[in-house]
């Protein structure tokens, strides 16, 4: 039976799923947007590089807990359901972004500033470690098998989406605000207009149908014994494969995230300008994720995922000698663009495959795992990784050297990868 046909996927689920999304993304991304402005509010320094660094280690904090988020609700999301495990992680998202909007600032009340904001974070990384995972599930066995990768393509497209908002209220803000008062509290308007959604997006997550008792096409089951722990060791080889895709994606995303802090704090330009290149970077991504879920339903997952990837790493470096040296607003939004639209090409297919090819009882958990350690490790720290890599050197090149490392090993990972794509493959059945 297609699933889909039982379901009956409508293209108002995919929104409802993706929206959700989408609005917790909005909440976690935009920190990383005003790291300058939420530094100087809660951990004001003499030292401007020690302030940020401080703001963006708040931000790595709130990885540290994606794991455990991704352990407890993705566990769970495979054993009462995709739908419940979604609208937990909504409601633990929205109170903690209500939170961090509202807490005054160190001046006002001291130490307790900066300690309200780690906990706010680290409630954030819990919540959004547990939400990748069932909300793939969801998509991956909602959709028929010659559109999962464009439908699972939505997942990531919604995240970047958030990004492209958070982007584009932080340009508005910085247009009509003085930078004294985007400062001293303009940052937190772009919390509290996400905050404004969660009702919504709440009620949105509550109508989704559930798909994880749904019979699956192309899938032999799993026999009753191959479950949990088991089926996780069967599949060691594929989680080992699918940490080294995911570390290098997150470790290009949150790069790419940067772009508005690397701007104003490196190439010491303004922040109006700082803002368009977020929005151009994050929206050329859309656009690139989306064709190339496309695409992989067509032609495979493998093709899609490495060479996209390889010409991405033959240009970024010759990409930043143009952008740093230019320091022109134009230039420095035509090149983040480029920057977006390489980096994300080949990831649908690869987050497809690694969906796809995980046995559905663990689906959820195991995705959600993968996931969150790869992004505690790797994405918490890349803003950091990349900052002082610059400060030390003082090249602004430096940028690059992070992403051409994990990306090299990660295309040698995807090339070990079994092509998963229902239309290029014969009937297998799940590891035992």
Do not use: C
Not at 29 to 42: K, L, P, S
Not at 266 to 273: E, V, W, Y
Not at 284 to 305: C, E, Q, T
Not at 335 to 351: D, K, N, T
């Amino acid at each position: 039976m297609n699933p889909s046909a039982s379901i009956r996927l409508s293209r108002r689920h995919v929104v409802a799923a993706t929206i959700g999304n989408a609005l917790e993304f909005y909440d976690f991304m935009t920190y990383t947007f005003f790291a300058i402005q939420i530094g100087h509010a809660f951990f004001p320094s003499d030292d401007g590089f020690v302030s940020l660094m401080l703001s963006l280690a708040t931000f790595a904090i709130g990885f540290v807990t994606r794991p455990l988020g991704g352990v407890v609700i993705g566990r769970y999301s495979d054993r009462a359901g995709r739908r419940p495990a979604m609208v937990l992680t909504f409601m633990l998202m929205g109170g903690s972004i209500i939170v961090l909007a509202l807490t005054p600032s160190y001046g006002a009340i001291g130490i307790a500033a900066p300690v309200i904001v780690i906990v706010a974070r680290m409630v954030q990384g819990f919540s959004l470690g547990g939400e990748v995972g069932p909300t793939t599930a969801f998509l991956l066995e909602a959709a028929p098998i010659e559109k999962r990768g464009i439908i699972v393509s939505w997942q990531l497209a919604s995240q970047l989406v958030a990004s492209v908002a958070g982007g584009l209220v932080g340009l508005v803000l910085a247009a009509v605000l003085s930078a004294q008062v985007l400062d001293v509290y303009g940052w937190r308007i772009a919390f509290l207009i996400g905050a404004l959604a969660l009702p919504y997006g709440l009620w949105i997550r509550r109508s989704l149908p559930e798909t994880l008792h749904e019979p699956e096409e192309h899938t032999v089951p799993p026999s009753p014994a191959s479950t949990g722990v088991g089926l996780a060791r069967s599949n060691k080889r594929l989680i080992a494969l699918g940490l080294v895709g995911l570390a290098y994606g997150t470790i290009s995303t949150y790069t790419s995230q940067y772009f508005a802090t690397y701007a104003q704090d490196t190439l010491h330009m303004s922040t109006r300008a700082a803002f368009a290149a977020t929005v151009s970077t994050n929206g050329a991504a859309v656009v690139a994720i989306l064709l190339g879920g496309w695409v992989s339903d067509r032609i495979g997952r493998k093709p899609v995922m490495i060479w996209p990837n390889v010409a991405f790493l033959l240009i970024v470096y010759p990409l930043f000698i143009w952008i740093a040296g230019a320091r022109s607003s134009t230039v420095l939004f035509v090149g983040a663009g480029i920057f977006g639209f390489m980096r994300a090409l080949g990831f649908a297919a690869f987050f497809a495959a690694l969906t796809e090819s995980l046995p559905k009882p663990i689906r959820g958990s195991g995705l959600a795992i993968v996931y969150a350690t790869a992004i505690a490790i790797f994405g918490g720290t890349a803003q950091n990784v990349v900052a002082w890599l610059i400060h030390v050197t003082g090249n602004p090149l430096a940028i690059t050297w992070y992403v051409m490392l994990s990306g090299v090993i990660a295309v040698v990972a995807m090339a070990y990868m079994v092509e998963s794509a229902p239309a290029r493959r014969k009937l297998v059945p799940e590891p035992a």
